[in-house]
């Protein structure tokens, strides 16, 4: 089963040195996956266009990605644009990939310099050419970088990941048989579709965050969370912090993970 518990930082401040000394770094999340989620909300309640949330959630998505990279996480994996999300207003639309560009232009030198790899899940061909441009070249600098792979999901949606993963395998079994009039009839396995999913090669997500108090998974990384803690908080994504990261992980530390079986107790 996956466990799901609301977080919230204390009410009393905590400091960030004390949260740091809470954390097992021999027990991290091998991969962290984010819902970010909130940023009209955020807007909203400060009388300002959705936009002006979607670019104060920048500051959360750079010190999201700092904190994980300092902290020896394998991957982390950002919900940045769905495959649903084309139903929004143009205007919107065309703010949020011009954000994107900004971002990476900013960023870029910052991430390669701290050896992430970038990569790209979901269908990101479909978005305008000057972001694809700006992803090429973002994709082929850090390529080769052996440090935190930041997965960054754009155009994307769960349900498609697996079909286009089931349909690789079909056509890789297509290939096989061609020319030899005999087909493969082997059942597909689970890893076989593991290995066929925009993840590929990376672990499966430890722990789930998600902002903005929404108890749903939203069509991400369906087949990949089937065993990861979950871990929601009511602060929108634009005032989510390197704080609320660290206390993820600790409460994340904190749990039992059985993956089925029975705890330690016998339960």
């Given at each position: 089963?996956?466990?799901l518990?609301?977080?919230?930082?204390?009410?009393?401040?905590?400091?960030?040195?004390?949260?740091?000394?809470?954390?097992?770094?021999?027990?991290?999340?091998?991969?962290?996956?984010?819902?970010?989620d909130?940023?009209?909300r955020?807007?909203?309640?400060?009388?300002?266009?959705?936009?002006?949330?979607?670019?104060?959630?920048?500051?959360?998505?750079?010190?999201?990605?700092?904190?994980?990279?300092?902290?020896g996480?394998?991957?982390?994996?950002?919900?940045?644009?769905?495959?649903?999300?084309?139903?929004r207003?143009?205007?919107?639309?065309?703010?949020?990939?011009?954000?994107?560009?900004?971002?990476?232009?900013r960023?870029?030198?910052?991430?390669?310099?701290?050896?992430?790899?970038?990569?790209?899940?979901?269908?990101?061909?479909?978005?305008?050419?000057?972001?694809r441009?700006?992803?090429?070249?973002?994709?082929?600098?850090?390529?080769?970088?052996?440090?935190m792979?930041l997965?960054?999901?754009?155009?994307?949606?769960?349900?498609?990941?697996?079909?286009?993963?089931?349909?690789s395998?079909?056509?890789?079994?297509a290939?096989?048989?061609?020319?030899?009039g005999?087909?493969?009839?082997?059942?597909?396995?689970?890893?076989?579709?593991?290995?066929?999913?925009?993840t590929?090669g990376?672990?499966?997500?430890?722990?789930?965050?998600?902002?903005s108090?929404?108890?749903?998974?939203?069509?991400?990384?369906?087949?990949?969370?089937?065993?990861a803690?979950?871990?929601?908080?009511?602060?929108?994504?634009?005032?989510?912090?390197?704080?609320?990261?660290?206390?993820?992980?600790?409460?994340?530390q904190?749990?039992?993970r059985?993956?089925?079986?029975?705890?330690?107790?016998?339960?």
């Amino acid at each position: 089963m996956t466990s799901l518990q609301l977080g919230a930082l204390h009410t009393a401040p905590v400091a960030e040195s004390d949260l740091l000394s809470q954390i097992d770094v021999s027990s991290l999340p091998r991969h962290i996956a984010i819902i970010m989620d909130g940023n009209g909300r955020w807007a909203h309640r400060r009388r300002l266009p959705r936009i002006a949330g979607h670019r104060a959630g920048a500051q959360a998505v750079r010190e999201a990605v700092e904190t994980c990279s300092r902290l020896g996480v394998q991957a982390l994996s950002l919900y940045a644009f769905s495959a649903e999300n084309w139903k929004r207003p143009k205007t919107e639309i065309d703010t949020l990939m011009a954000l994107l560009r900004e971002y990476l232009q900013r960023e870029l030198a910052e991430i390669h310099r701290n050896n992430i790899r970038l990569q790209i899940l979901g269908h990101y061909e479909r978005l305008p050419r000057e972001v694809r441009t700006d992803l090429d070249d973002a994709l082929v600098l850090t390529s080769g970088n052996t440090g935190m792979v930041l997965n960054v999901a754009l155009n994307y949606s769960a349900r498609a990941e697996i079909a286009d993963a089931v349909n690789s395998i079909l056509l890789e079994r297509a290939h096989a048989a061609n020319g030899t009039g005999t087909a493969i009839q082997a059942n597909i396995t689970e890893e076989m579709i593991s290995n066929h999913l925009y993840t590929r090669g990376l672990p499966d997500p430890d722990l789930l965050i998600r902002t903005s108090g929404e108890m749903r998974v939203s069509n991400f990384l369906l087949w990949q969370i089937a065993y990861a803690e979950i871990w929601v908080t009511d602060t929108c994504w634009p005032d989510f912090t390197k704080k609320h990261l660290l206390q993820a992980v600790i409460d994340f530390q904190k749990r039992e993970r059985r993956y089925g079986g029975l705890g330690s107790n016998g339960a």
